[in-house]
């Protein structure tokens, strides 16, 4: 008896199941009513006091070795899924992981990029965290402009001023800095402005910023390359006007307003009843800047622009509410195709 408890001891240590049906043999022939461990129980019955003593714990011993392993392989088995002969019904559509695509700001700015590195721009980073100079000073705003005002940007430490940076022109004053003219680039980025969240405005949004500097850049550079701009995003038939305005880092400047495509020009709520949407804002570089920059102004001249990629992109899928750009509703953001 006891050499017997040891082999089936042995044996079952031994097994190796993979499949459910293994497992249901290992049970079949040590744990079952009929297995091979209840034949030693009924063996046991028969069997004499003293005897009953040198094996009975040894008996139990295996009755619980058995149990335990069979539990082992069925976790096993369990945790590897299904095994090799469970039944699978191949007429079941299959399980697709979902495509997703891109966020439709992204789409945008990838359209926005191609259209100006057709004409010869290049693609330029920088700093989401910037200082006082970058942002503010060399670009010309003098010591008490409003947009330093806590209203209007996050600082992050005052003395010396660290804030979050109030539009992409940062990095034309690093690029200016660091590259002598001629000087060809586009600046997309996320940018950020202390101002409450609503349907029209938002805490933080994308721009493109677009810096050319080179001897006798003239204003019909810049009249001619965002009439190109318009019309490659938009279609030819967009009109396009300036307007007279101010930046401190450019002079002359104008804002730039494109006929409403969502009224076509008839007057909505979106132009506000004018039938013309900003786009952008642009301008000659103020030559304090590039004197800034270390760029002689008698010498080189240039244009910038910087433009809202959520604005685009709302004319460009009528999209009404600035909100749902962020808020990473799937209904929303399943709805925009790759046109690019
Ligand atoms: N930096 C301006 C803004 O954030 C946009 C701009 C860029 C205007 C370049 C003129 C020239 O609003």
Sequence with gaps: ???????????????????????????????????????????????????????????????????????????QLDSQGYGSNVDIDLSLPPVTDAIGNLHPLNLTRYKIIQ?????????????????DWHNFSALNFPDNHPAREMQDTFFIEKNPDMLLRTHTSNVQIRLMQKQKPPIRSIMPGRVYRNEAISARAHCFFHQVEGLYVDKNVSFADLKQ??????????????????????????????????????????????????????????????????????????EYTGFAFGMGIERVTQLRYRVNDLRLYSENDIRFLKQFKPVI
């Design 1 to 75: 008896m006891e050499d017997r408890l040891k082999n089936i001891e042995v044996e079952l240590q031994n097994f190796v199941s993979d499949t459910k049906d293994s497992l249901e043999a290992f049970r079949l022939r040590f744990i079952s009513k009929k297995g091979q461990i209840a034949q030693l129980f009924e063996e046991f019955k028969q069997m004499s006091g003293e005897e009953k003593k040198k094996v009975g714990k040894a008996l139990n011993e295996l009755k619980r070795s058995a149990e335990s392993k069979f539990k082992e392989l069925q976790e």
């Design 115 to 131: 259209i100006f590195e057709r004409l010869g721009f290049n693609v330029s980073d920088g700093p989401e965290i910037e200082d």
């Design 225 to 298: 390359t965002l009439y190109h701009f318009a019309k490659e995003m938009y279609g030819k038939d967009i009109k396009i006007r300036f307007r007279p305005s101010f930046f401190p880092f450019t002079e002359p400047s104008a804002e730039i307003d494109i006929s409403c495509l969502i009224c076509q020009g008839d007057g909505c709520a979106v132009c506000k009843h004018s039938g013309w949407v900003e786009i952008a804002g642009s301008g000659m570089v103020h030559p304090n800047v590039l004197k800034n920059c270390g760029i002689d102004p008698e």
